[in-house]
Nanobody, 126 residues
């Protein structure tokens, strides 16, 4: 059973930065795409960023493009990161990482991901 554990969330002032990490364990398949999603109170879960298996292809939601950067380290049992800069109060949400097994490229469709972490809270104060 794949387990994903996010870390790095917290409280930050607008304009600040945070770096989220997602560590995985229990994988038995050889390649997989990964993504970050978020869910604010009273809103549906939304796509934030995704990376391909190799890490050479990335895809971002328009709302975070130019501010957030997704990356992955396949040497570390694939830890995926989300560097968040120039944070805004609208970025406040629970952030989830997700794993799409046997998939090479990027995907922004939440229903297509197979495994999810428990989430980490990010709060941006104005």
């Amino acid at each position: 059973q794949v387990q994903l554990v996010e870390s790095g969330g917290g409280l930050v002032q607008a304009g600040g930065s945070l770096r989220l990490s997602c560590a995985a364990s229990g994988r038995t398949f050889s390649f997989y795409a990964m993504g970050w999603f978020r869910q604010a109170p009273g809103k549906e879960r939304e796509f934030v960023a995704a990376t391909s298996w190799s890490g050479t292809s990335t895809y971002y939601a328009d709302s975070v493009k130019g501010r957030f950067t997704i990356s992955r380290d396949n040497a570390k049992n694939t830890t995926v990161y989300l560097q968040m800069n120039s944070l805004k109060p609208d970025d406040t949400a629970v952030y989830y990482c997700a794993d799409k097994r046997l998939y090479y490229t990027t995907s922004s469709v939440a229903s297509g991901y197979d495994y999810w972490g428990q989430g980490t809270q990010v709060t941006v104060s104005s």
